[in-house]
């Protein structure tokens, strides 16, 4: 019942920058937090960034002062904004929504995924 799609990756140089995009979509009642995560080739998905819905937000260590995580409430969107991209940033980015639905006056919780979008970096 909840979508979560991605845009906004693409192939950009080393040294450049990309902003992604996530919209979650569906019968969202509220949403407690979202996050992005990476999934390398040949490597377990790992977190990149996190933010709940009052605005805290937690980092991969080794992507601390590159990256930075923010929202929009009202249109249930999360963005990252990637700076000083690096090859190892290469990756599949996948967005994660965590809260709650609401359908037919019941309430249920949700943890949803989208499909990812591709970051490579390379000249």
């Known amino acids: 019942q909840v979508q979560l799609v991605e845009s906004g990756g693409g192939l950009v140089q080393p040294g450049g920058s990309l902003r992604l995009s996530c919209a979650a979509s569906?019968?969202?009642?509220?949403?407690?937090?979202m996050g992005w995560y990476r999934q390398a080739p040949g490597k377990q998905r790992e977190l990149v960034a996190h933010i709940t819905s009052a605005g805290s937000t937690n980092y991969a260590d080794s992507l601390k002062g590159r990256f930075t995580i923010s929202r929009d409430g009202p249109k249930n969107t999360v963005y990252l904004q990637m700076s000083s991209l690096k090859p190892e940033d290469t990756a599949v980015y996948y967005c994660?929504?965590?809260?709650?639905?609401?359908?037919?006056?019941?309430?249920?919780?949700?943890?949803?995924w989208g499909q990812g979008t591709q970051v490579t970096v390379s000249s």
């Open positions: 994660n929504g965590q809260g709650t639905v609401v359908a037919a006056s019941t309430f249920r919780l949700f943890d949803s």
């Open positions: 569906g019968s969202i009642f509220s949403i407690n937090a």
